[in-house]
């Protein structure tokens, strides 16, 4: 029987998240928001071609159905049949952020032995043959998301609690 260190013991009793730091630090220019969330990967991923336009991509956990479309509401050109460059690109981000490991686990895929990359995450992906899904409410879901944390990211720093986030218990007191 193995001993549990008293962190691991609070953790246990704790109601709060733990933040767990990237597994590679990455640029948030092409890929700006990732998530694991809602039985999906899913995030923003910038046009490489209107700097102005942006796709919100998503593949389903288990069965890999993908959507890709912009933020407003219109279907991606190059998700015909197939995984586009968006999701790709979502992919690479999300094994940067979360590693490998993580990421085959949560989308359930079997990608062999080791650390798996992006490119044998989609490939393995690719290879179950994934349909295409329309993405509306998905697409307006995650990018609220986005601009959520946007929003957040203009704060001025502040130790005062933030109202809409009360429900967060403290974990320990600020020192001033």
Known sequence: MSEVSSDEQRWGESSTARVLAPARVRKLAKVPFVELADGR?????SSGSDIERVYVSSV???????????NNNRPCG???GSFCNHILALVGEAVLQ?????????????????EPT??????????ARPSAVPGKELAAAVFSRFLRHLAYL?????TAP????HWFPPTRVAVA
């Not at 990967?41 to 991923?45: A, D, F, P």
């Not at 389903?60 to 912009?70: E, L």
């Not at 992006?118 to 290879?127: I, K, T, V």
Request: proline share 4%; net charge neutral; hydrophobic share 45%.
């Open 162 to 165: 933030l109202p809409e986030l």
């Open 78 to 80: 190059g998700a015909r």
């Open 60 to 70: 389903a956990a288990g069965d890999h159905a993908f959507a890709c479309s912009t």
């Open 41 to 45: 990967l899913q995030g923003v991923v």
């Open 118 to 127: 992006a490119a044998q995450l989609s490939s393995a992906m690719r290879a």
């Open 154 to 158: 203009e704060l001025a720093p502040s």
């Open 98 to 114: 979360y590693g490998g490991a993580r990421v085959a686990r949560y989308l359930k895929v079997d990608a062999g032995e080791g």
